[in-house]
């Protein structure tokens, strides 16, 4: 029934706290507000947690876990290994979980995303982004 959702991001790299990003309904299949509530919906699901679980949480066995930046490094450097230098163009130890801002950026702008846009999605505070941005 939301029309809307804001995300607040606590602690950020960059330094700045409480940062809040506002996202509104879309009719499509994976709109934020849906995938949003659906993630809310799933923790709260999960015994012991409440509104203030944080969102990187999943449930492991019996146990209810935080995912860390390290775990996706490891990740992605072991999906890039995968599918292989050969069809990626790029080593494994190229990428990082920076590389999905600007994956997210270029996709953006691929759609044709107004470039104010992307600033405001990918909360930059700069056009910096655009050093991402890719012929």
Not at 29 to 50: F, H
Not at 86 to 91: I, T
Request: proline share 4%.
């Amino acid at each position: 029934m939301a029309t809307s959702v804001v995300i607040e991001f606590t602690d950020q790299k960059n330094g700045e706290k409480y940062d809040k990003v506002t996202m509104h309904k879309s009719n499509r299949p994976l709109g934020p507000v849906k995938a949003w509530a659906e993630t809310i919906i799933r923790i709260l699901s999960y015994p012991g947690t409440d509104l203030e679980t944080p969102i990187n949480t999943v449930r492991i066995g019996s146990n209810n876990v935080q995912i860390t930046s390290k775990q996706i490094l490891a990740h992605i450097r072991m999906t890039v290994a995968m599918i292989g230098e050969e069809k990626l163009c790029f080593k494994k130890e190229e990428v990082g979980t920076h590389s999905i801002r600007s994956s997210f950026a270029m996709l953006l702008y691929l759609v044709k995303v107004p470039v104010s846009t992307i600033l405001i999605l990918g909360r930059w505070h700069s056009s910096s982004f655009l050093l991402y941005i890719r012929n």
